[in-house]
């Protein structure tokens, strides 16, 4: 975050032109930090990273400004291996050692790890728990300050449920909208309101598919951690995986049908988001994607005060919608809305939630050999506590939760079918009544894979 944070200073300032600025960024990080002469490489390597660039073997600087300028996207991979720190590691426990927690295979070798792509869910894991920095997700900042300096272009943040309380626990979201708007943004939106459009779409799946008692449905489709972990290694379960777009696809999907030449960039915990906006069935909807520990650390180095700004506060979303960023939110949603549905339905939604990699391949594991787990609802999360306690989080995962449960109850909405903006978004695409999800073609096509 440190190298990160020179170099957005220097680029939001126009100070970093050409290669020559980039080398003098180099050094002078190399004297701030107290690294050595052969240190320069990797320094150097990590300032790519941190403009969205992959590693080179090259010493000096060369075109990489100008691939930053012309570039529309961040391209794959979006974790990297950086080479030199690993021969001054010394851990005994090193990650690279084991198998990835995610099964990605990353082992400890001469010049370090080696990552198996086709096997990688992009979690992040390896990143945070490297000491050394051998290993670094691309930042996407850099593509995003020439945006939002055009006064030609309009760019949107969406933003994760998971974010309420991660820029100071007196930091209300309105400020962090205002926050964002000074940074150029034209307006912050509340993820967790296109969170309850799918919360609807979802508890009609379940009414449908799930008509006896060996009927069951998987979600959630907001964690592309678990969305691949079962697509790569359970193909036998997908078939029971909810069709379901993740509510940031979707908020990038209706922004852009409601605003026309937008961009929109999405705030997240992980890193996994980074990944899932490349995939080829969802490419489009999000432009970019920053975590949480990026954004703190612009709003640092561009002297942005939080706690000093007026609050620009609106209700976009429910209280159902709110707590998708815990475990346990997504079964919640989804419940309420079934029971509004049908209260006479006699195959009641029975939920288990689970979280972590460990608890999510239990379960996996459990269902692909036909055991009873006594639940037809099965809402997986990657991450231990959900999106609250993803890797690029600012606070721990307990206060995260308690943070977005009191945000979800200060809402005036209760659940998502009592939500006006849903009916207001939904009436702009020709759908009078709520019920209607469930039917109209252009919504379907919005909001699924």
């Known amino acids: 975050m440190q190298i990160f944070g020179e170099l957005v200073k220097r680029y939001w300032n126009g100070e970093l032109k050409n290669a020559d600025t980039l080398n003098i960024l180099a050094e002078d990080i190399k004297e701030k930090y107290n690294f050595k002469d052969e240190d320069i490489f990797f320094i150097k390597n990590h300032i790519r990273v941190a403009m969205g660039l992959d590693p080179r073997d090259k010493d000096n600087f060369q075109d990489e400004i ?31 050692s084991e198998d990835c927690k995610y099964e990605a295979h990353i082992y400890k070798r001469n010049k370090g790890p080696v990552i198996v792509r086709n096997n990688c869910l992009n979690c992040g894991e390896c990143v945070t728990t490297c000491n050394f920095g051998a290993l670094a997700d691309k930042i996407e900042f850099m593509p995003i300050i020439d945006l939002l300096k055009d006064e030609n272009t309009t760019v949107y943040a969406t933003v994760a449920p998971a974010i309420v309380g991660q820029f100071g626990e007196d930091v209300s979201m309105g400020q962090l909208r205002t926050a964002l708007k000074l940074l150029g943004f034209k307006d912050m939106v509340e993820v967790a309101l296109f969170a309850d459009i799918l919360t609807i779409k979802e508890a009609f799946e379940f009414t449908h598919l799930v008509k006896s008692k060996n009927d069951f449905f998987l979600t959630s489709c907001c964690c592309p951690i678990w969305f691949n972990l079962i697509k790569k290694n359970y193909p036998n379960l997908f078939e029971h995986m909810s069709p379901s777009v993740s509510p940031m696809i979707a908020s990038g999907r209706f922004l852009k049908k ?14 996994a988001k980074k990944a899932e906006i490349k995939e080829p069935a969802l490419k489009g ?7 949480f520990r990026e954004l703190n650390e612009i709003f640092k180095v561009l002297n ?37 549905l049908d209260p006479t339905r006699l195959i009641k939604l029975k939920a288990k939630k689970v979280d972590g990699v460990q608890g999510c391949k239990k379960i ?17 999360m990657g991450c231990k506590g959900g999106c609250v306690g993803g890797p690029r989080t600012n606070i721990n995962v307990d206060k995260a939760t308690k943070i977005v449960n009191e945000f979800g109850e200060d809402s005036l909405i209760m659940t998502p079918f009592d939500n006006l903006n849903v009916m207001k978004i939904l009436k702009q695409f020709g759908i009078n009544r709520i019920e209607e999800i469930a039917t109209n073609e252009k919504i379907a096509k919005l909001l699924t894979r």
Do not use: H, M, W
């Open 66 to 96: 100008n691939i930053i300028k012309n570039s529309k996207e961040i391209n794959q991979p979006i974790i990297t291996k950086i080479d030199g720190p690993c021969e001054y590691c010394e851990e005994e426990n090193c990650k690279c």
């Open 258 to 271: 409601l605003y026309k030449d937008i961009k929109v960039v999405f705030i997240a915990p992980c890193v």
């Open 285 to 291: 909807a999000v432009d970019f994607v920053l975590n």
């Open 304 to 340: 942005i005060n939080l706690k000093k700004l007026p609050g620009d506060e609106k209700d976009q979303a429910s209280f159902a919608g709110r707590v998708y960023a815990r475990t346990g939110g997504v079964s919640f949603s989804v419940k309420t809305v079934v029971n509004r």
């Open 364 to 380: 996996l594991d459990d269902l692909s050999i036909g055991k009873d787990i006594g639940a037809n609802f099965i809402e997986g």
